[in-house]
């Protein structure tokens, strides 16, 4: 965090190209990474990663294009919706997205990382979500994307009046599709 808390992303490339190497030196033959926040830097280690990766956001765009969503609502830490992360993913996929705005931002990364980090589920935050995927509803969402791992644990799909596509999950999904081939 003290990398992204800087705006270095060239630093948090360092971190996932160091983890790269050292699965790519034991036998790996992808790799993913479930934190959407430091895709980020994922440009940066494009360039000298020593195997290919599965992009967090592309897979979520595939599933929405599979679905035939339109306009995804982001939520996540506000380094996520605040970010290129999906909307440079979702844009190639002709798909728009939402964020909520300022205020919002500040206290989805405030729950984020004051609570669901620490396991701390309140009925509160649940409730703030469940609203905030309403405003999206009314703003021409048709899904909303958890993109933050903790998030699932507070809204399940019965807490949003939207689909739900969880990152994490659907990132899952994806690696043991391309394993199995």
């Known amino acids: 965090m003290d990398a992204i808390y800087k705006d270095d992303w060239n630093g948090v490339a360092e971190l996932m190209l160091s ?66 992360v999906y909307p440079a993913q979702l844009e190639q996929l002709r798909i728009s997205s939402v964020t909520p705005g300022q205020s919002d931002r500040e206290r989805v990364n405030s729950v984020i990382f004051e609570e669901l980090v620490k396991s701390v589920f309140r009925s509160a935050s649940r409730d703030y979500f469940s609203s905030l995927i309403g405003t999206m509803k009314d703003q021409g969402c048709d899904a909303v994307v958890l993109g933050c791992t903790e998030i699932p644990l507070l809204i399940a799909q019965e807490d949003s009046e939207l689909p739900v596509l969880d990152s994490t999950r659907l990132l899952a999904r994806a690696a043991l599709r391309k394993a199995c081939v």
């Open 19 to 84: 983890s790269a190497n050292k699965l790519a030196s034991i036998g790996a033959d992808f790799l993913i990474c479930p934190d959407n926040t430091i895709h980020q830097a994922f440009e940066i280690v494009q360039k000298r990663t020593p195997l290919p990766w599965l992009h967090i956001a592309q897979e979520v765009g595939r599933e929405a294009e599979r679905n035939h969503f339109r306009r995804l609502g982001i939520l996540g830490t506000k380094y996520l919706m605040e970010g290129p």
